[in-house]
């Protein structure tokens, strides 16, 4: 909806026609001979030592799988392999052009797409360099190992045994992975090479590629990024979303700053092997015939899409050739449609029943590794016993590198009987990095000249007056003012920083949070998104793995589940999946909204603090907000921050002194000690605060009890030690938020503290939460949500009864017992 | 300055003792060694001596009372002495004397008090009571059990407790006895026909011990008889003999018999643990089962299999005596393989005892009665005392268990036979 862009109905109405172009089909049709001219004998016989490599590699694990024996090498392993036998030299030909500062992302599938980017690595960096990158891996630890195998003949070889046996020993589980076998077979990378994170979630990868991309993109950083992905993969949202969100029209549009006018340099590579596990796409559950039609539905150059014969390593190398010729002309994103077949099951229990034996044997007969030798021979590159002298090699190494990673010595496991806390360390960075960036923020104006933050130096900072009495509200400094100035000054400190989201530019955030931020911020650092939930957070995953900080937002907490797997499986574990190898500077702001009725009211703070590895947090304060926002915008964890719609407009109430004006932070885990008394605590989180305020205020002025209130501003990690300190003088606790009652996280702090404090407690705790309906209309708010008289009914009914009080809302036992029989 | 008498602890698992009677009151002046009160536990009662010299300052607690151990129960001291950091629980308003007082000038506050104990007697005789409460009363030293529940669900929470400390335990019996008097003229009620009076603690312990015994076992008895004419004889010879010998009885050879043909029978001198362990004891240790003023108690005779007839005599007598007099340790009175209840000397015929969980069977000996038996055509008159086993079927077949008492008859018809082995 930006201004700069006309839309107007006479162009808009106009009659025409869309144009399509064709889209080439397996164009590539030239012989080894006539590429002899083009390559180097050397590199050719290379490539075919790299497909053999692959091979082995995957048979190795189908043996380890099936017999438990490898060339004699007897072990065992329980774990998922999802093996690529067949698609091995799609991976070489892909690979054969990209260095280093080229990313690669996979999927389940993805040990040979994995390898190849790595030999070619290796193959493209000087002795010098390869040595270094060993050396500075952990420290060393897994050169070390590989070192003492044997001697090699040569450094490139050192590398490839250090490359296969880090990679095989994560596979095993071992701590001499790549990442102490906290990731595994589906998870596997190595940074140094440029061979990002495969992902055991179908796509998963396509978002996460695609903000890989984005920080290339935003922080002039070389190369590109491909995107390895199955046809299987075709059926999931969040890659169309993906799709669509490297290729939004405003990177050529309003994205004018220098340099950062163009497409996202980003290849997205779908390997086509015909079947998603054992689905068949083409002809049963996809609708695009030939993949490489997709293209044409995302953009007007239909995103350069062809479909590759993946079974020619030449033919994917000519194709790599020309589209990086693409994205290097900022035209991207490009597509391919790769054509490969995997020869083996979807993993070892497949009975392929989903295809015919002959099917398999055809596709056998013109396996690369049989057709691909013989073109070479015919083409008197080699004769055909170097090529056996290669497979007599490679089986060797591999057989080696088995030995040791299969061997418990050589390579063990992670104790965890001796270090119980190997994980636990693993789970969050917990680092303070106040700047990603190395340049100088890029931004339109000084910040003291942006607008919002002139009217802000002129706000009250707290909400009542020395006589008690509210300032205006106009005139007070608010929650999203409290949300917007710490985010203003990382912009101004941290280069890397990007925030997107739905209409958050124009519109300043549905909630005007980051109203004025346009003023001083190109569109490169500040954007509006797609409606595309998972490709939000998902790109936000990919930028900070390479080494950005993100701060995105879903709008609404309704929408989580628009961005379960981004939030739940990859922003959450990717830090420890990876051993701590990958930070995780991810902030994801979320809504907890009202008066929108059901699917736009709902506190979901339970699902985000029931995943391990995400920080949560739920400020209720100005005070708190901007001290959790400082501390989250410092820090290198995933956080994802609620809010709540019910306060933005509020001032700060309770902190002494009001917000400061400088920079502070709140210690996650911290809790917030609102109010203290000695009669009963009430422990509260998110806008439910304020009716525990007026709930203690009629307790003291009617009934002269006093209440504590503690909110919780965070939830992951929380320190109960405050919350402890209370019960124990108290003894009664009632826990009040607007979550629905059951699941509610509160229920989780209730069983701790009655755990934790059981002999101190005068009575059960009680949770007061929103009944366990959909949100009515907000004109029966007051019979959803909890008010202040549900929680003095809690306290009268369950805790102390209150000499004079009359509950009304309590619930008896019996009537509880009907609640939960019913389910409501 | 004043010093406090403790509750002393009666056994290592006694928490907390039952006042029986104050032998001193308040401005009695006693001697390092003079018996202040009595009181029981559980299973057996005692004389507490004084280890203060003075005069009695206050008692804060009163008959009847139950006190948890190590807690102060009366202050001694030189006359007037402050004596206020001695009322357990810190208490601001010291109960004891001023207690009464109080409860002497305001008729208001007794019926208070009253209220508070009618509460006490607690319908289920279960205690509702919140962990915070528990703790408190715990510290503090009351008895939770006197507080009026005002929580929810009749739960005591801790202002009840706190009320109770800040109004002192109740003093009632004597707060009744001498507030009526004055209550007595207006209301001028007449005399009760009957007398309530609270069960003590060791007949709420046999009440208890009785009560779970016939509902968590499968028991039955059997009655079986033996020619007592051996043990008869021998028992003359005994008594001819006198000196030590002379004290041994009827009973204690028929105890002596048991622990040597017990051990042939493994489950009778057995526990059971929970609902599916049995405990096999590798000795026999003998309760015998004594009646007392104050109700039933079954001292043990430890390794009984391994004492001579003479020991176990002896050692009957003094357990018997020692728990008569109330002086026996509570470690005594547990630690039971098997028990013999022996109501022979009342003229009993046969009887079902009923046994002391978590033994697995007891022996009732009944008295002797003559009996017609024939032989070889002829009628002839022969003394036969009978016996009662009743054990617990679900440890115990009725077969093991008949065969137990058959060669337990046979063992004592041939007393002197089983005496040379």
């Known amino acids: 909806m930006p201004k700069s862009l006309y839309y107007g109905p006479n162009e808009v109405r106009a009659q025409s026609v869309i144009h399509f172009q064709d889209i080439p089909v397996n164009a590539y049709q030239k012989t080894v001979a006539e590429e002899r001219a083009n390559f180097k004998d050397e590199d050719l016989i290379r490539i075919y030592r790299d497909i053999t490599i692959l091979r082995e590699f995957e048979s190795m694990l189908t043996d380890i799988k099936t017999k438990s024996v490898y060339n004699g090498v007897e072990t065992t392993y329980p774990g998922p392999a999802h093996l690529s036998v067949g698609q091995e030299a799609a991976c070489v030909g892909q690979a054969y052009l990209m260095t280093p500062n080229d990313y690669q992302f996979g999927s389940h599938r993805s040990h040979s797409e994995i390898l190849a980017k790595a030999l070619s690595s290796i193959e493209k960096l000087s002795d010098e360099e390869l040595l270094k990158i060993m050396e500075?891996?952990?420290?060393?630890?897994?050169?070390?190992?590989?070192?003492?195998?044997?001697?090699?003949?040569?450094?490139?070889?050192?590398?490839?045994?250090?490359?296969?046996?880090?990679?095989?020993?994560?596979?095993?589980?071992?701590?001499?992975?790549?990442?102490?076998?906290?990731?595994?077979?589906?998870?596997?990378?190595?940074?140094?090479?440029?061979?990002?994170?495969?992902?055991?979630?179908?796509?998963?990868?396509?978002?996460?590629?695609?903000?890989?991309?984005?920080?290339?993109?935003?922080?002039?950083?070389?190369?590109?990024?491909?995107?390895?992905?199955?046809?299987?993969?075709?059926?999931?949202?969040?890659?169309?979303?993906?799709?669509?969100?490297?290729?939004?029209?405003?990177?050529?549009?309003?994205?004018?700053?220098?340099?950062?006018?163009?497409?996202?340099?980003?290849?997205?590579?779908?390997?086509?092997?015909?079947?998603?596990?054992?689905?068949?796409?083409?002809?049963?559950?996809?609708?695009?015939?030939?993949?490489?039609?997709?293209?044409?539905?995302?953009?007007?150059?239909?995103?350069?899409?062809?479909?590759?014969?993946?079974?020619?390593?030449?033919?994917?190398?000519?194709?790599?050739?020309?589209?990086?010729?693409?994205?290097?002309?900022?035209?991207?994103?490009v597509l391919m449609d790769t054509l490969t077949y995997r020869f083996c099951g979807h993993s070892v229990s497949d009975q392929n029943a989903y295809r015919e034996r002959s099917e398999i044997n055809d596709w056998m007969e013109v396996d690369p590794i049989i057709t691909y030798r013989k073109n070479l021979v015919d083409a008197g590159v080699a004769a055909d016993s170097k090529f056996e002298e290669i497979l007599a090699e490679t089986r060797e190494r591999m057989t080696n590198i088995c030995r040791h990673a299969a061997d418990p010595e050589f390579s063990p496991y992670c104790d965890f009987k001796a270090a119980p806390q190997v994980v636990e360390r693993l789970m969050f960075s917990n680092e303070k990095v106040p700047s990603f960036g190395t340049d100088e923020p890029r931004v339109l104006a000084k910040k003291e000249d942006c607008p919002r933050v002139q009217q802000i130096a002129g706000k009250m900072r707290k909400a009542f007056d020395e006589n008690g009495k509210a300032y205006s509200k106009m005139k007070t400094f608010n929650y999203r003012d409290a949300i917007f100035e710490p985010l203003i000054d990382k912009f101004y400190e941290d280069s890397t920083l990007v925030a997107y989201g739905e209409d958050v530019r124009d519109w300043g955030g549905a909630f005007a949070?980051?109203?004025?931020?346009?003023?001083?911020?190109?569109?490169?650092?500040?954007?509006?998104?797609?409606?595309?939930?998972?490709?939000?957070?998902?790109?936000?995953?990919?930028?900070?793995?390479?080494?950005?900080?993100?701060?995105?937002?879903?709008?609404?907490?309704?929408?989580?589940?628009?961005?379960?797997?981004?939030?739940?499986?990859?922003?959450?574990?990717?830090?420890?999946?990876?051993?701590?190898?990958?930070?995780?500077?991810?902030?994801?702001?979320?809504?907890?909204?009202?008066?929108?009725?059901?699917?736009?009211?709902?506190?979901?703070?339970?699902?985000?603090?029931?995943?391990?590895?995400?920080?949560?947090?739920?400020?209720?304060?100005?005070?708190?907000?901007?001290?959790?926002?400082?501390?989250?915008?410092?820090?290198?964890?995933?956080?994802?921050?609620?809010?709540?719609?019910?306060?933005?407009?509020?001032?700060?109430?309770?902190?002494?002194?009001?917000?400061?004006?400088?920079?502070?932070?709140?210690?996650?885990?911290?809790?917030?000690?609102?109010?203290?008394?000695?009669?009963?605590?009430?422990?509260?989180?998110?806008?439910?605060?304020?009716?525990?305020?007026?709930?203690?205020d009629e307790l003291k002025a009617k009934y002269g009890m006093e209440a504590e209130i503690i909110n919780l501003h965070s939830m992951v990690p929380l320190n109960y030690e405050k919350i402890v300190a209370s019960v124990k003088k108290t003894?009664?606790?009632?826990?009040?938020?607007?979550?629905?009652?059951?699941?509610?996280?509160?229920?989780?702090?209730?069983?701790?503290?009655?755990?934790?404090?059981?002999?101190?407690?005068?009575?059960?705790?009680?949770?007061?939460?929103?009944?366990?309906?959909?949100?009515?209309?907000?004109?029966?708010?007051?019979?959803?949500?909890?008010?202040?008289?549900?929680?003095?009914?809690?306290?009268?009914?369950?805790?102390?009864?209150?000499?004079?009080?009359?509950?009304?809302?309590?619930?008896?036992?019996?009537?509880?017992?009907?609640?939960?029989?019913?389910?409501? | 300055m004043a010093k406090a008498v403790i509750m002393p602890k009666a056994g290592i698992t006694v928490e907390s003792c039952i006042i029986?009677?104050?032998?001193?009151?308040?401005?009695?002046?006693?001697?390092?060694?003079?018996?202040?009160?009595?009181?029981?536990?559980?299973?057996?009662?005692?004389?507490?001596?004084?280890?203060?010299?003075?005069?009695?300052?206050?008692?804060?607690?009163?008959?009847?009372?139950?006190?948890?151990?190590?807690?102060?129960?009366?202050?001694?001291?030189?006359?007037?002495?402050?004596?206020?950091?001695?009322?357990?629980?810190?208490?601001?308003?010291?109960?004891?004397?001023?207690?009464?007082?109080?409860?002497?000038?305001?008729?208001?506050?007794?019926?208070?008090?009253?209220?508070?104990?009618?509460?006490?007697?607690?319908?289920?005789?279960?205690?509702?009571?919140?962990?915070?409460?528990?703790?408190?009363?715990?510290?503090?030293?009351?008895?939770?059990?006197?507080?009026?529940?005002?929580?929810?669900?009749?739960?005591?929470?801790?202002?009840?407790?706190?009320?109770?400390?800040?109004?002192?335990?109740?003093?009632i019996e004597e707060a009744k006895a001498e507030a009526a008097p004055a209550a007595a003229p207006a209301k001028a009620a007449p005399a009760p026909e009957f007398e309530d009076v609270k069960f003590s603690g060791i007949r709420k312990v046999i009440a208890k011990s009785m009560m779970n015994s016939l509902q968590s076992m499968a028991q039955l008895t059997n009655h079986h008889s033996f020619d007592a004419t051996s043990i008869q004889a021998f028992r003359k010879e005994l008594k001819a003999a006198g000196g030590e010998v002379g004290g041994i009885t009827l009973g204690d050879m028929v105890l002596y018999a048991v622990s040597r043909t017990l051990l042939n029978w493994k489950d009778l001198n057995a526990n059971v643990i929970g609902d599916d362990t049995i405990r096999y004891f590798k000795h026999v240790n003998l309760g015998v089962a004594v009646d007392t003023p104050r109700g039933l108690m079954v001292p043990t005779i430890f390794n009984a299999d391994e004492k001579s007839l003479l020991e176990i005599s002896k050692e009957v007598k003094s357990l018997a005596e020692a728990a008569r007099s109330g002086a026996i340790s509570p470690d005594l009175l547990s630690g039971g393989s098997f028990t013999v209840s022996n109501l022979g000397a009342t003229g009993v015929e046969m009887f079902t005892p009923v046994i002391n969980p978590p033994q697995t069977a007891i022996l009732g000996v009944c008295g002797i009665t003559q009996r017609v038996r024939e032989a070889n055509g002829q009628l002839s008159v022969y003394p036969a005392m009978g016996l009662s086993l009743t054990y617990d079927h679900r440890v115990v077949d009725g077969s093991p268990a008949s065969k137990f008492v058959s060669e337990l008859c046979k063992n004592l018809e041939k007393f002197t036979l089983l005496l040379a082995k």
């Open chain 1, 513 to 696: 949070v980051y109203r004025g931020l346009p003023d001083v911020l190109p569109h490169s650092r500040l954007f509006n998104s797609p409606i595309s939930e998972a490709a939000i957070v998902g790109s936000a995953v990919g930028y900070a793995m390479c080494g950005g900080r993100a701060v995105v937002e879903l709008m609404y907490a309704d929408f989580i589940g628009r961005a379960g797997d981004e939030i739940f499986n990859q922003m959450s574990k990717w830090q420890a999946m990876s051993a701590g190898i990958l930070k995780m500077p991810v902030i994801l702001r979320v809504s907890v909204g009202s008066k929108y009725g059901a699917q736009h009211s709902q506190d979901w703070t339970a699902l985000c603090a029931h995943i391990p590895g995400l920080k949560v947090c739920f400020p209720a304060t100005p005070w708190e907000a901007k001290g959790l926002m400082q501390s989250a915008l410092n820090g290198t964890d995933p956080v994802v921050f609620f809010e709540s719609q019910r306060i933005y407009d509020v001032g700060e109430q309770f902190h002494e002194g009001g917000v400061p004006a400088e920079s502070y932070e709140i210690e996650f885990g911290d809790t917030n000690v609102v109010r203290t008394g000695k009669d009963v605590t009430i422990i509260t989180l998110g806008a439910a605060l304020y009716r525990a305020v007026k709930a203690a």
């Open chain 1, 731 to 824: 003894g009664r606790v009632v826990l009040v938020s607007d979550a629905c009652q059951r699941g509610s996280f509160l229920n989780d702090v209730a069983a701790n503290i009655t755990d934790l404090c059981f002999d101190d407690l005068d009575a059960p705790c009680v949770v007061v939460g929103a009944r366990n309906w959909i949100t009515p209309p907000f004109e029966f708010d007051e019979f959803f949500f909890p008010q202040p008289s549900w929680i003095i009914d809690a306290i009268h009914s369950k805790i102390v009864p209150i000499p004079g009080y009359v509950a009304e809302t309590t619930p008896s036992e019996v009537e509880q017992m009907r609640r939960f029989k019913a389910g409501v």
């Open chain 1, 136 to 333: 500075g891996f952990l420290g060393g630890s897994c050169l070390r190992a590989v070192e003492k195998m044997g001697p090699t003949s040569s450094v490139k070889e050192l590398a490839v045994r250090f490359i296969l046996y880090g990679t095989l020993s994560e596979i095993f589980a071992r701590k001499t992975g790549f990442h102490m076998g906290m990731g595994g077979s589906m998870h596997a990378f190595f940074l140094p090479f440029g061979v990002y994170p495969n992902n055991a979630i179908v796509g998963g990868s396509a978002p996460i590629a695609a903000g890989a991309a984005l920080y290339k993109k935003v922080n002039d950083k070389p190369g590109f990024v491909v995107c390895n992905i199955g046809d299987g993969s075709l059926g999931c949202g969040p890659v169309w979303e993906a799709l669509n969100f490297a290729a939004m029209d405003q990177f050529k549009t309003l994205w004018t700053e220098d340099g950062k006018q163009g497409g996202m340099p980003i290849l997205f590579n779908i390997f086509n092997n015909g079947y998603g596990m054992g689905g068949q796409t083409r002809g049963e559950t996809m609708a695009y015939d030939m993949l490489a039609r997709i293209g044409a539905g995302i953009t007007p150059n239909q995103m350069h899409s062809e479909r590759v014969d993946g079974f020619n390593p030449l033919a994917v190398i000519d194709a790599m050739k020309r589209k990086l010729e693409i994205l290097k002309k900022g035209e991207g994103p």
């Open chain 2, 20 to 171: 029986g009677k104050w032998l001193k009151n308040v401005g009695d002046t006693v001697n390092v060694g003079d018996i202040l009160f009595t009181y029981e536990t559980d299973k057996a009662s005692f004389e507490c001596e004084s280890t203060e010299a003075g005069e009695v300052l206050a008692l804060f607690f009163n008959d009847g009372d139950e006190v948890p151990c190590f807690t102060n129960v009366c202050a001694i001291g030189n006359k007037g002495e402050d004596y206020s950091d001695l009322v357990p629980g810190g208490a601001a308003a010291a109960p004891g004397e001023e207690k009464k007082e109080e409860v002497k000038e305001e008729a208001k506050e007794e019926k208070k008090a009253e209220a508070a104990i009618e509460k006490t007697v607690s319908t289920d005789g279960e205690l509702r009571i919140s962990p915070r409460a528990k703790a408190l009363a715990e510290n503090a030293g009351v008895d939770p059990k006197y507080a009026e529940a005002t929580g929810p669900k009749g739960r005591i929470i801790e202002r009840d407790v706190r009320k109770l400390m800040e109004n002192g335990m109740p003093v």
